[in-house]
């Protein structure tokens, strides 16, 4: 019987790829090439780290260590900039509905995202008191398809993976919660996140019926 549900943030609770979108569009032009957003949708889920060496690959660009972590800290000001004006109407539909439907039938909530960002967006969107627990950027060294993440959240909950269901939206991260052992639920399209034990649109397709027969 599941006991968990581990979200990912950016595809499943909120849409932040459109800022990623933004900043990273921003460092390409001031870097003199462009970034498209065919582009942007290669780096969902991806560490901010290593979305930075992708674009200066897709640019022609090479830059040593310290700059670009220059490069990746101006791109992050920039996007935490943004971030600052999020509201709770960002939230994707049925997420917090979903949220506390698994809350109110006795299940532990677990933040399992790559983002540095996490507890500045869950607070400006009002949601960060529904999660018992959030392992994110700051607490993982191993990046998705890596299990670390999902990993670490059943463990802070105190459950065993196996009574764990994950939400992702990036194959990397459906690849990551299958590595760890969990169920998952993919949200977008069922051609893309191949393995996942179910796909909906959004949270606003779940329930807990769904959620029980996985
Ligand atoms: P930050 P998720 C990921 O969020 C984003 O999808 C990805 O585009 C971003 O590069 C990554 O977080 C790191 O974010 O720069 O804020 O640390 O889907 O894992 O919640
Ligand atoms: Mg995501």
Redesign the pocket.
């Known amino acids: 019987m599941v006991k968990a549900c581990i979200f ?5 609770i909120v849409d ?2 459109v800022y ?1 979108f933004k900043a990273w569009k921003r460092l390409a032009n001031h870097l003199g090439f462009d970034f498209t957003e065919a582009e942007n949708e290669k ?6 780290v ?2 930075l060496q992708l674009i200066l690959e897709w640019g022609g660009v090479k830059k040593t260590t310290d700059e670009q972590s220059q490069l ?1 800290d101006l ?2 000001s920039w ?1 935490v900039e943004m971030i600052q004006g999020m509201q709770p109407d960002e939230i994707l539909p049925g997420a917090k509905e979903f949220l506390l439907t698994v809350r109110n039938a006795g299940l532990k909530t677990a933040l ?7 507890r500045t967006i869950l607070e400006k969107v009002g949601l960060i008191e529904l999660f018992d627990s959030i392992i ?2 700051n607490t993982v060294t191993a990046s ?1 398809p890596d299990p670390e ?1 999902f990993l670490k959240g059943a463990q802070s909950l105190g459950f065993n993976p196996a009574d764990c269901v994950v939400f ?3 194959i990397a ?1 459906v690849e990551a919660a299958l590595a760890g052992g969990m169920k998952v639920v993919g949200i977008g399209d069922s051609a893309t996140l191949i393995g996942a034990n179910l796909v909906v649109a959004g949270l606003h397709e779940m329930n807990l019926d769904k959620l029980y027969k996985l």
């Not at 990912?8 to 499943?12: A, E, N, P, Q, S």
Request: net charge positive; aromatic share 2%.
């Open positions: 990912d943030l950016d595809g499943v932040t790829a990623h780096l969902k889920g991806v560490s901010r290593r979305s990746a791109k992050n996007y399992g995202s790559a983002s540095k960002n996490s994110d950027g998705k993440v992702e939206d990036a991260g």
